[in-house]
Structures are given as structure tokens and as C-alpha cells.
């Protein structure tokens, strides 16, 4: 195969995404202006950036801003309790065994469960959501790091011990390391559970924050600034979730 | 070591049911010892025996949210499978369309939840969608993950025998995908529950998750509790029949 | 005159990556007769694996044209029927985990649609002939590595192909299995007569099994000798202790340890 045929599909894989972007964008558009389908089910793509834009300092920026700082103080509180309480758990084969169901009990009960006492209890502060936050994202990442630490081959183990490594040598250089793939899909996972739990709270508790943003907008039918704010919402999680891939690579420099 | 392997089993089934005894042990001790009201913090007993009491009162309830998720699941696995098979076979839709299969995940779909009920209203039919396309995102991307995956020298074995497309996917794609097809549908068990409380959060008085609001203003935080019960105990079949289905099917060792 | 079974017309393939471009295989020039046994010998990346996936089609040449019975293959995909003409055996037994082994060896039928009788009776006798019948209803991974190699060897010729082309096949394995497959695949040649390309870097098993030598330099990838083996069949094991045999497989390894040193230069 040429080089020039090689540099082609290398172009190829690159502008793809974007022009499935801009045809589905241009389908929308011709879709919302022909009048076939109502404003309020959709909106031209083109309303719905420049209503976002026009209304974002006033209507949207204090929400935005309010749910970035409960997902992402809730997230990285998550993943350091998750991460801290799995290397403790993984220490003692009992202790890990018997934690592991537990942790899947908090993991398959949505926390968001929680979301209507936590506020009885805790009162209506806003900032309380970033509890459901906390409490939504980091059973997932301290099973996953649980099951990466535990599920290490014996002879790695026995490897550390015969060259006489300390116990916290060994865990650091051979559990930790082995078990950096679950971990980060742990960490990924907790990242979408992070924003799942802080919009649900939204929803619930309402007065602020995204969640009660789009059901405002969609009960005063502005349905542009609805679809405005979802894809607010969806850029945060790409964003958050590029980053930790990013950090990922550094870390995990020989995975498949 | 067999006897090692008998210990280490007897021992994963017996070190979790003394925790969770050991925790609701604490919890009614801590609530009995600190005289705390029911509406503050009910204790466990309290809560199990609401659970039994309330049972036909919540069983509308117990059952609409099961349906809910069951249906969104079902439907939400073959077109799943189906979608991430069909954008993975083709080199120029793989490229074009995988970005968006991750967009898909880490956007969440509950956003959509106001907006579906502006257009489909408060019934089922809604809460099934958005259970639906929740489930169908993490489906869809573990199970292209898994078609991705599959190692070269099988891809070659099938060049060898000239095999059309459709021979690949069955001999090939589809059994060795399948453990991440699996890790998909358990994920999805999980995702699909959230996604039924959230949902009945927004609107209508149906399910689980309305109840557990509804209880809860009331200051019925007994009640509530039970309730988040009964989702956990929906969850866990969820959870624990796709993991022995995955038992059963996936027999082999990769 | 009798045409080749099988003949590399000056091929020639480059892979071309961002960086480089990368030639595994330069003005390859070969012919084989039908039923003979062949190896190809040479230092890894002397392009030998991609020699034999030139000619099943996985990989297409970038020039010079590769012949089976006088036919060439052509710019298109191989049919059905050429591929058929042809048992490829891997590196690693490369047998699916889900399938016993007798699934797994009667897994071209399926591919290739061969229904007939025969050809199924054929997976039996295979299976039998190399000792597998007994574990045919077992999963790959509760036999053993040169069990799993075999199982792959029959697999490759289940639809009966004219042609084997074996890709280092019992490099993975321990030098008493490699030894006793060595022996197995002499007689599976000498009973079926198929035409047998045999790549592998042990010389001592080229010149075991062969009876023609292609041996191959790297950077660039190419043929740089040809040697006729000139040692009666049947071969034995003892074969490999006699002057004769030391003193041919020193000669090839002389051949190769040249090219290394003038490279080094």
C-alpha cells in the first residue's frame, strides 16, 4: 500500500466523527425548519446554540457552575475514599472477602435512593448533594480497585517476598501497579455515577443546579435552552472523562 | 490445595453474612442505645418488619419499577449487541461512529428524563425509554469493546477459510466478545435501575422512586426505607441473574 | 514440462507505517514442485511468515505475481476455491476456547460448507491418526500444548487442501514434542503426498524434514540460497547424530552467520 493511500485513511480516521457530526447537524436543521416535526420536540440546532449562548450568562452560568463544583468535589472525594478504602480492605483476605458483597450491595442500590432523606436529614443546603455524589460514585471505584488488588497472581507475590520486599514495597510496586486497567475503569465508571448522582439530586431537591435547570426549561417549554443545557451537561462528562483516559495513558503506559 | 480452596470458598460465603449482620447488629444498637425516632433513623427491624407489613400496600409499586426495568433491559440487549456488531464490522462506520458510542455513555441519558416526559407524558412508556437507551449505551460500548478486541491470528484463522462477514460474527466475533458482552449487561443491570428511580423521581406517582419521595416528605422514613430496600433486592436480581447467566453460557476460559 | 504447483514470480511487499516504510519481502523468486517438502529458513524478520501469507491471500503483494497451479492468484480476494487448495498451520495452535477439540478440527468443514460423508469421516480418521481421539470431546485448555498443536496441524488439512503451509508450528513446543511432531508430519506427507511448506528457524528440522532449503537474509527480506537436501527418506531421528547431516545443517548456518557478520560491517 502507498504512503500516499497510508496518509489518506489516516485523514480519514481523523474528520469521520466530525462529518457524522455536521451531517446529523444539518439533518436536524433542515428537519426543525421544514415545520414537519413541532418547535418543542426539536428545536434547529442552530436555535438551540444561540439561545444557550444569549441566555448562558444570565439563566444558566450560576447552575453550570454550581453543578461543576458538586460533581467534581463529590467525584474526587469518591475516588480518594474508594481508592483509600479498597487498599485498606485488600490487606487481609478475610477483611476483603467480606466487604467485597457489601460493597456490591451499595453499588447495585442506587444511591440516589438516599437522595430524599439525605435532604430531610441534612436540610436544604445545596451543597449536601455532593454527599449523593460521593455516596453514588465511590462504591463502584472501591470494588473495582478491590477486585484489581485481590485477583493478583500468586507468583508475583511470591516474587516480591523472595527478593525480600516490605509489605508496602510489594503492595505499592506489584498490587498497585497489576491492578492499575480496573482501577481506572473503576475511576471511569464513578466519574458517569458522579454526574448520574448529582443531576438525580437536581431532580429531587430542585431550586438549583442542571437537573432543575432542564426540567425549568422544559416546563416553560424552552425546550432550546433545554437541549442547551443537556449538552452542557454531556460536554462536562466528555471533558471529565477524556481527562481521566489522559492520565490514564501516563500511567498505564503497557496496556493493550 | 483442596482443602485451602474449600476454606477459602466456605469463607467468601460466611465473612459477608457475619458483615451484614454485624452492620445491622450496630445500626438497631446505635438507634435502640441513642433512643433516636423512627422518622430521624428507623432501625433495621423496624424496616424489615415495615417491608412485610406494607407489602401489599407497595407491591403496585414493587411491580411497576420491576416491569419498568425489565422491559427497557431486555429490549436494550439485542439492540446493543446488534448495533455494536454491525458499526464494528465495517472499517469506515467503526471509525465514524465509535466516538459516539463513548459520547453515548458518558453523557447522562437521565438529562433526557424532563424532556422525554414533555413530549411521551408521565406513564410507563417513558420511564421504560429512558431505562432503555441508559441500558442500551453501556451495552452497545463494552460490547464493541469486545468485538475490538478480538485477538489477530483468529481474524486470520477466518481469512485462512475464506469466511464471509456473517461466518466471522458467528464463529469468531460473537463468542469471543462475549465476556464483555457480559460486563455490559451486569454494568447495565445497574444502570438500568438508577435510571427507573430516576426517572419516577421526575414525574408520576408510580414506582419505587416515587414512593421513596413521597414517604419520605411525609416524614415516613420507615416506609421510605423500605422501599430503598425493595430496589435494592430489584437490583440484586438484576445484577446476580445476569452473572449466572454469564456463569452458564461463558463455561470456557479465554 | 510439468508445471510448478506453486511459483513466487519476483514478489515483492513493502509495509509501509507513518514513520518508514519497511521491505519484509524483496524479489522473491521461487518454485515448488507438487508434493514436495520445502523450508524456508532465516533470522526473524527475514519476511518468511510473510512469504507463506503471500500466498493464502492474508496478506496482498505490493508487486510481482504468485502462482498456484499455474494460475495466478490475481488482484482480487482469493475464492473460496483456491483457499480450499490450502491448510494453514499457526504459530500458536490458535484453536477457539468454546469448541472442543474435534469441533475445533472439523471447523473448516463448516466454514468451507463440505457436507459430504467423507469428508466428515475424514475428521475421525485425523483425529485417530495423530492419537486425538480420545480426548476429541475435550476443551482446549484441559490438554496439553503439543496436543493442541496437533490439533491444529489436522485441522489445516481436514478439508483436504493439496497444499500445507506451516508457520513455525512446533517452535512453541519442548524438544521431545518437537521431535515426535516432526516425525508425525514426515509420515502424514509421505502417506498423502500434499505439497508442504515448512517455516521454521531450527536448521536442524529444515534439513530433517526437507527436501529443498529456501533460505532467506533479512533487511531487505530475500531469498539468498538454495539448497537441495540431499538425504534419504524415510528420515529418522538418529539421522541428526551422522557427519553428513552436522556437517549440511553447519553448512546453512554458515550461510546465515555470514550475512549477519557482513552486516554488522
Known amino acids: 500500500m502507498g504512503t500516499k493511500k497510508k496518509k489518506k485513511i489516516e485523514w480519514i480516521n481523523i474528520l469521520a466523527p466530525f462529518v457524522v457530526l455536521a451531517i446529523i447537524v444539518v439533518i436536524l436543521e433542515v428537519l426543525a425548519k421544514s415545520g414537519k416535526v413541532a418547535e418543542y420536540v426539536l428545536p434547529a440546532p442552530s436555535k438551540v446554540v444561540a439561545g444557550t449562548i444569549k441566555s448562558f450568562g444570565r439563566a444558566i452560568l450560576p447552575d453550570f457552575l454550581f453543578s461543576i463544583k458538586i460533581i467534581l468535589i463529590g467525584f474526587i472525594s469518591a475516588t480518594i475514599l474508594g481508592l483509600l478504602l479498597a487498599a485498606v480492605f485488600s490487606q487481609f483476605s478475610i477483611v476483603a472477602k467480606a466487604t467485597s458483597p457489601v460493597i456490591i450491595w451499595l453499588v447495585i442500590t442506587p444511591m440516589i435512593t438516599l437522595v430524599p432523606l439525605v435532604l430531610l436529614w441534612l436540610g436544604n443546603d445545596p451543597n449536601v448533594r455532593v454527599i449523593i455524589v460521593i455516596l453514588q460514585a465511590s462504591p463502584i471505584i472501591c470494588l473495582n480497585t478491590l477486585t484489581g488488588l485481590t485477583t493478583i497472581e500468586t507468583e508475583k507475590k511470591e516474587l516480591a517476598r523472595s527478593v525480600g520486599a516490605t509489605r508496602f514495597q510489594a503492595f505499592i510496586k506489584i498490587n498497585f501497579m497489576n491492578a492499575m486497567p480496573q482501577v481506572f475503569t473503576g475511576i471511569k465508571l464513578g466519574c458517569i455515577f458522579s454526574i448520574i448522582g448529582s443531576i438525580s439530586a437536581d431532580f429531587v431537591a430542585k431550586t438549583i443546579g442542571m437537573g432543575n435547570k432542564i426540567i425549568q426549561f422544559t416546563k416553560y417549554v424552552q425546550t432550546d435552552l433545554a437541549y442547551g443545557s443537556i449538552l452542557l451537561v454531556a460536554l462536562l462528562g466528555i471533558g471529565m472523562y477524556m481527562l481521566i483516559e489522559a492520565i490514564e495513558k501516563k500511567v498505564v503506559i503497557w496496556r493493550k | 490445595m483442596k482443602k485451602d480452596n474449600l476454606d477459602s470458598k466456605v469463607a467468601s460465603i460466611v465473612a459477608p453474612i457475619l458483615l451484614f449482620i454485624i452492620i445491622f447488629f450496630v445500626w438497631e444498637l446505635i438507634v435502640k442505645l441513642n433512643n433516636i425516632p423512627a422518622w430521624l433513623l428507623p432501625a433495621p427491624t423496624r424496616i424489615f418488619r415495615s417491608m412485610v407489613v406494607n407489602f401489599k400496600d407497595l407491591w403496585p409499586h414493587i411491580w411497576m419499577t420491576f416491569r419498568t426495568i425489565l422491559v427497557g433491559y431486555l429490549i436494550a440487549i439485542p439492540v446493543g449487541i446488534l448495533l455494536s456488531a454491525l458499526v464494528t464490522n465495517f472499517a469506515l462506520l467503526s471509525v465514524a461512529l465509535t466516538p459516539y458510542i463513548l459520547l453515548l455513555v458518558t453523557t447522562p441519558l437521565i438529562t433526557l428524563v424532563p424532556l422525554l416526559m414533555l413530549w411521551m407524558g408521565f406513564g410507563i412508556q417513558t420511564r421504560i425509554v429512558t431505562v432503555l437507551i441508559q441500558s442500551f449505551a453501556i451495552i452497545n460500548m463494552n460490547s464493541a469493546t469486545g468485538f475490538l478486541n478480538v485477538p489477530h491470528i483468529r481474524h486470520e484463522l477466518m481469512q485462512t477459510l475464506g469466511a464471509n462477514r456473517l461466518q466471522k460474527f458467528r464463529y469468531i466475533l460473537l463468542p469471543s466478545a462475549l465476556p464483555d458482552v457480559f460486563t455490559g449487561f451486569q454494568l447495565a443491570a445497574i444502570f438500568a435501575t438508577t435510571a427507573c428511580i430516576s426517572a419516577e423521581y421526575v414525574g408520576g406517582n408510580m414506582g419505587l422512586g416515587s414512593q421513596i419521595i413521597k414517604y419520605a416528605q411525609f416524614l415516613k422514613t420507615t416506609e421510605s426505607f423500605a422501599c430503598i430496600f425493595y430496589v435494592t433486592i430489584l437490583g440484586l436480581f438484576f445484577y446476580t441473574g445476569v452473572g449466572q447467566i454469564k456463569k452458564w453460557i461463558i463455561t470456557w476460559k479465554i | ?265
Request: glycine share 6%; with cysteine; charged share 25%.
Open chain 3, 1 to 265: 514440462m510439468k508445471v510448478p504447483k506453486i511459483e513466487y514470480d519476483n514478489v515483492t511487499k513493502i509495509f509501509s507505517t507513518r514513520r518508514q516504510k519497511i521491505t519484509a519481502v524483496q524479489d522473491f523468486s521461487i518454485a515448488i514442485e507438487d508434493g514436495q517438502f520445502v523450508s524456508i529458513v532465516g533470522p526473524s524478520g527475514c519476511g518468511k511468515s510473510t512469504v507463506i501469507r503471500l500466498l493464502n491471500g492474508i496478506i496482498p503483494p505490493t508487486s510481482g505475481e504468485i502462482k498456484i497451479d499455474g494460475v495466478p492468484h490475481g488482484k482480487k480476494k482469493l475464492s473460496k476455491e483456491r483457499l480450499k487448495k490450502m491448510g494453514f498451520v499457526f504459530q500458536e495452535p490458535n484453536l477457539l476456547p468454546w469448541l472442543t477439540i474435534k469441533e475445533n478440527v472439523a471447523l473448516p468443514l463448516k466454514v468451507f460448507h463440505m457436507k459430504e460423508s467423507e469428508d466428515w469421516e475424514r475428521v475421525d480418521e485425523l483425529l485417530n491418526m495423530v492419537g486425538l481421539y480420545e480426548t476429541k470431546d475435550a476443551y482446549p485448555t484441559e490438554v496439553s500444548g503439543g496436543m493442541t498443536q496437533r490439533a491444529g496441524v489436522i485441522r489445516a488439512m481436514v478439508h483436504n487442501p493439496e497444499i500445507l503451509l506451516m508457520d513455525e508450528p512446533f517452535g512453541s513446543l519442548d524438544g521431545i514434542t518437537q521431535d515426535a511432531l516432526d516425525m508425525e508430519i514426515l509420515k502424514v506427507w509421505e502417506k498423502t503426498k500434499k505439497t508442504i511448506i515448512f517455516i521454521t528457524h531450527n536448521i536442524d528440522e529444515a534439513v530433517l524434514l526437507s527436501e529443498k532449503i529456501f533460505v532467506m537474509a533479512t533487511q531487505p527480506g530475500r531469498l539468498i540460497s538454495i539448497q537441495d537436501v540431499h538425504l534419504p527418506y524415510p528420515r529418522e531421528l538418529e539421522m541428526k547424530e551422522t557427519h553428513e547431516f552436522i556437517d549440511f545443517s553447519n553448512m546453512i548456518t554458515n550461510l546465515l552467520g555470514e550475512l549477519e557478520l557482513s552486516i554488522i560491517k
